[in-house]
């Protein structure tokens, strides 16, 4: 085996950042920028525009390499080439305004960006081809760009764990103190730098040669043929099962089913994708006729999406993950039809009629938004209007006595509304302006409780189970800045903690420079060194008892009536309750479900 020499990973390495330049330079600023929010330990530092400029960096990488792609396909002169560049550039200051700050940083955002991560990929994967339709290219090309992507990725953390156990060696050797930051800006360092201009040092430029390239993986072969078609076959015949079990029980699908046709769908397509070129060849036919049993067998599975999708829809009303669940179930057909349909089999339609999807799922009147928002908000009116809370198109003021289920489930609707559109959808239904009712909001996630309390109705979790034999209770920092002023100056080290408990025996830790934050049921709180002994101890129950005997069940608390301070020589720590959510049965059983802590450390 020959390995490649200092100077040809040096000539690749100088190619790859003129070829790609923009990509590069961006990877690198994205870098120092994380270097230098680790090293801030203000975590409010990271609440602001730089925070967004990573994430949209994250988005916009493959759409510098897509742009790039396609101009070499288009464009001849060189120096023309990097013109395009400017759209993602523009697109990038764009997005990182766009962004909210992270407090604000809801499912909406999170949606979107994820579609926007697989639309700029699945460009990546045609780019060069719009004006070619070359099949063997095309994956050849994809085959390449997949095999350097799982490469670059064991490099990278082979290349973090050699150095990470160097820094250790050296520390325990020499006695030398390292800051822990350091392995995480090392780790910034590998994947923000390292790792994708390997990757793009592999990216091919001559398109055209790969079309006669006929070479094929023996190891990708066997493991296709001899896993991943078993397991497709496997997972066929269990879902035919259900198929049978529904058709005799007469009982319609359960909801999950359909993530089950899908994965099984997905997965049996990449597995005929992974195999595509060796169908052609007169010694594996078997393989094409394989393919085309495959696609005639998923038709039952998707008529079974179908009905699930629409038990979901019936019931709940279209949201967000229904919308994209049916877009794939339409998909799925789309792309059987036409691979059964078309001899030659083009595989470049599978990315792009995708990124097609994606797209419409994300802009316009019919995107995943847009639907899902005007089907939860009408599902909402209706059950208002039945239980007389809503009278010509406002909420009627004073307490509503409606059932538990019926509570809950607008507290869902509205938790769904507020958390992925926000309250402003809502604003038709008040006579008051909910803007200025929330003007002063610390926490953005308490507005859902708020507003369906603005109802008359009781607000219920998704974890309220409503037994008459048990109380439950929600306490949040209120809204008033004036009665939430702390002076927090005392303490060094600050962190967020969030968790769902339920489990008595559930335990969570997070390091805190020498020492170990560690949670074990929502009550009681240990400090740890770093031989695990207990530094400080921190029991909450006595506190929650006279807060539940104090208030009602639902009530915001300044901050000062919501934070816990315990201290002994070693440590001194405070605990600030943003928001918790408990459940009672009777005054010495009380269970946390979940909370949301501020947590401030000081060691002296």
């Known amino acids: 085996m020959r390995f490649p020499s200092i100077s040809s990973i040096t000539r690749k390495a100088l190619f790859s950042l003129k070829r790609f330049p923009f990509a590069i330079v961006l990877t690198v600023i994205t870098s120092i920028v994380a270097i ?21 960096s994250f988005i916009v990488f493959p759409f510098f390499i897509s742009v790039k792609l396609i101009a070499e396909s288009f464009i001849k002169n060189k120096i023309f080439q990097y013109l395009p560049s400017l759209i993602p550039i523009v697109f990038l200051v764009f997005y990182t305004f766009w962004l909210p700050e992270t407090a604000k940083f809801n499912d909406y955002y999170i949606t979107i960006s994820l579609i926007l991560v697989l639309i700029f990929h699945l460009l990546v994967s045609f780019a060069p081809f719009l004006r070619k339709a070359k099949h063997n290219s095309f994956w050849q090309f994809n085959n390449v760009l997949f095999q ?21 060696s050296f520390n325990a050797l020499f006695d030398f103190h390292i800051n822990e930051d350091l392995y995480l800006e090392l780790w910034v360092i590998i994947i923000g730098v390292f790792s994708p201009w390997f ?88 393989i094409y006729r394989f393919s085309k049993w495959f696609y005639f067998a998923i038709f039952p599975l998707i008529i079974l999406l179908f009905l699930a999708i629409n038990v979901r829809i019936s019931d709940y009303g279209i949201t967000e993950n229904r919308y994209f669940v049916l877009a794939l179930a339409v998909w799925l057909v789309f792309i059987s039809v036409y691979l059964l349909i078309n ?31 005007n089907s939860q908000f009408n599902r909402l009116k209706i059950i208002l209007t039945e239980n007389n809370i809503l009278k010509n198109g406002k909420i009627l003021k004073g307490k509503k006595e ?101 489990d008595a025996e559930k335990e969570k830790i997070i390091s805190i420079n020498k020492y170990k934050f560690l949670s074990i049921n929502g009550l009681d709180y240990y400090v740890l060194d770093d031989n695990d002994n207990r530094v400080l101890e921190i029991n909450t129950l006595s506190f929650w008892k006279e807060k539940m005997r104090t208030y009602n069940l639902s009530h915001n608390l300044t901050k000062n009536e919501l934070s816990f301070k315990a201290q002994n020589d070693s440590v001194s720590v405070m605990l600030l309750f943003n928001s918790i959510n408990l459940n009672s049965a009777d005054s010495n ?12 450390i000081k060691i002296p």
Request: hydrophobic content about 45%; aromatic content about 18%.
């Open 36 to 56: 230098y929010i680790v090293e801030q330990k203000d975590f409010y530092l990271r609440n602001n525009i730089l925070t967004n400029f990573i994430f949209a």
């Open 148 to 168: 350097r992507f799982l490469v670059s990725a064991f490099f990278s953390v082979v290349l973090y764990g050699g150095l990470s156990i160097a820094l250790l």
């Open 199 to 286: 990757f793009l040092s592999g990216v091919h430029e001559k398109i055209e040669i790969l079309e006669s390239n006929m070479s094929y993986p023996k190891g990708l072969k066997i493991f296709t043929q001899f896993v991943l078609l078993p397991i497709v076959s496997v997972y066929l015949l269990i879902l035919y099962a259900y198929i049978v079990k529904i058709v005799t029980q007469g009982e319609w699908p359960i909801g999950w089913v359909s993530y089950l046709v899908l994965g099984f769908s997905i997965t049996g397509i990449f597995s005929l994708l992974l195999i595509y070129p060796l169908q052609f060849k007169k010694e594996n036919r078997f």
């Open 343 to 373: 001899k030659q089999r083009n595989i470049k339609i599978i990315p792009i009629s995708l990124s097609v999807i994606a797209i419409v799922s994300i802009i316009g009147p019919f995107s995943a938004f847009s639907v899902s928002e």
């Open 402 to 502: 409606i059932d538990f289920k019926t509570s809950k489930n607008i507290s869902s609707i509205v938790s769904y509304i507020v958390n992925m559109h926000g309250h402003s959808i809502l604003q038709p239904l008040f006579t008051q302006n909910l803007d200025s009712i929330f003007v002063d909001t610390v926490r953005y996630y308490t507005k859902d409780r708020d507003i369906v309390e603005l109802m008359g109705v009781d607000y219920f979790s998704q974890w309220d189970r409503g037994d008459e034999n048990i109380s439950y209770y929600y306490f949040n920092a209120g809204f008033n800045d004036n009665q939430n002023s702390m002076d927090i100056s005392a303490y060094e080290y600050y962190f967020l903690f969030n968790d769902y408990f339920g």
């Open 589 to 600: 059983n009380i269970v946390v479900s979940n909370a949301n802590i501020d947590v401030f």
